[in-house]
Each structure stands twice: as C-alpha cells, then as structure tokens.
Nanobody, 124 residues
Framework: QVQLVESGGGLVQAGDSLRLSCTAS????????MGWFRQAPGKEREFVAA????????TYADPVKGRITISRDNAKNTMYLQINNLKPEDTGVYYC?????????????????WGQGTQVTVSS
C-alpha cells in the first residue's frame, strides 16, 4: 500500500490561489493513477480531479473546471492541485488517493490508498 501525505492547505481569502501537494512513499509512483477528493463540512466526500500515470490524461469535476489544474512530477513522487479564484464553497478537507488503474477515475472505489487530508478554509 502506498503512503500518501498531503500538504499546502490553510486559511485563505476568496479569490486567492493555493497549491496542494501529495507526496507518495513508493518507488513506483508512476504506476499509479492519482486523484484528489474533498469533503466539505457536513457533506459526503466528492471527486475533484484525477490524473493518469504519465500526465497525458486528466479529468475534472464540473464544478471546478477552469479553476483547478491537476499535475504530477513522477521524478519527485508528487502530485499537485492548483486551485485559483478560491471560493467559500471550496472549503473542506482535501484528500489525495492512488489507484493501480492506469486511467484517471472519478469513482472512489478504484482508489486503494488514501492520505490523511489537508484542510482548506476559504473566507469570504
């Protein structure tokens, strides 16, 4: 199982930008498709974005398209989530996850390894 650690969260104002990182403790990071999910207070966890093994393919949830960019650096075992023009509704705990499936996926069930999450709070 892959150990994942998220970082980069914090308290920001609406309109700000933030870059989250997810670092994996594995020598085979490039074998995994990766995803970002988030959970707002009182709500179920939801899909945000996912990226394939080699960055060729990515997919985004409709509510965040145009504001969020997912990327990865396989040499650093790290995945990123750039969030621009943050809104209060972006508030939540952001989780990264790893999947052996090669293609990016929105379904939680394909992800076998999860990080502990990083809190993002956007004030209006």
């Amino acid at each position: 199982q892959v150990q994942l650690v998220e970082s980069g969260g914090g308290l920001v104002q609406a309109g700000d930008s933030l870059r989250l990182s997810c670092t994996a403790s594995t020598r085979t990071f490039s074998n995994y498709a990766m995803g970002w999910f988030r959970q707002a207070p009182g709500k179920e966890r939801e899909f945000v974005a996912a990226i394939g093994r080699s960055s060729t393919h990515s997919t985004y949830a409709d509510p965040v398209k145009g504001r969020i960019t997912i990327s990865r650096d396989n040499a650093k075992n790290t995945m990123y989530l750039q969030i621009n023009n943050l809104k209060p509704e972006d508030t939540g705990v952001y989780y990264c996850a790893a999947s052996f499936l090669g293609i990016p996926a929105a379904k939680e069930t394909v992800y076998r390894s999860w990080g502990q999450g990083t809190q993002v709070t956007v004030s209006s």
